[in-house]
């Protein structure tokens, strides 16, 4: 096998990766690797419709890409009743039905029935509903975080971001401006990492406050 056919072979793998992607961006700039790969494998062998489609291919995942870059600049949080989360026929108990055994796999101590003073918020992202917020005072005063889910489509760290950055100073708070979070798998740990969170001396306790975001 020469140099062109592992070109060729690899781009197959990358485009074939791509699609196996839950996360709507991930996709894209996968198949955006793949697809300039094997643009590249038509331009050497000269096999123009490959090389025309592929490069085609290309401009239709930069131009998705800079589609999806611009919904930073359109998120907001909705918050809805707690109640409702025992109505299989509204958002939150639709939203709980479905991604459920997916936010078990990074929460599995999740309130399968949220407590009567929880706050819960819906994370919406050009007004679809991409995560889920679920917070109570504790008698600390602190905020407890029962719920940070992303569904999988949506799983770039763009929706934490928006949420603590923005979201959340933006929402009147009692108590502390403290928000605390467990992480039961490495996974939610590294994500709490990732977005500022500072590991409590209890174990497999993280902290966020409010004051750091005007700091």
Request: hydrophobic share 50%; with cysteine; proline share 7%.
């Amino acid at each position: 096998m020469n140099g062109i056919e592992v070109l060729g072979t690899g781009a197959s793998v990358v485009v074939a990766v791509s699609l196996m992607m839950k996360s709507i961006v991930w996709l894209r700039w996968v198949n955006l690797v793949g697809s300039a790969l094997f643009a590249t494998y038509g331009f050497l062998i000269q096999a123009w419709p490959v090389f025309g489609l592929n490069a085609f291919i290309v401009l239709i995942n930069v131009v998705y890409l800079i589609q999806l870059s611009s919904t930073r600049h359109a998120f907001s949080l909705l918050e809805v009743p707690v109640a409702d989360a025992a109505d299989p026929k509204s958002l939150l108990g639709r939203f709980l039905e479905a991604h459920g055994p997916d936010l078990a796999r990074f929460q599995p101590d999740f309130p399968r029935r949220l407590p009567p003073d929880a706050r819960v918020f819906f994370v919406l992202r050009q007004v679809l509903p991409v995560s889920l917020f679920v917070c109570r005072t504790d008698a600390d005063g602190n905020q407890e975080i029962l719920v940070d889910y992303a569904v999988p489509a949506w799983r770039d760290y763009q929706n934490a971001l928006f949420v603590y950055s923005n979201g959340l100073a933006s929402t009147r708070w009692e108590g502390t401006g403290k928000f605390l979070a467990k992480a039961p798998v490495p996974a939610h740990a590294r994500y709490l990492k990732r977005i500022g969170f500072h590991p409590e001396a209890e174990p497999g306790v993280w902290s966020w406050s409010l004051s750091s975001q005007t700091n």
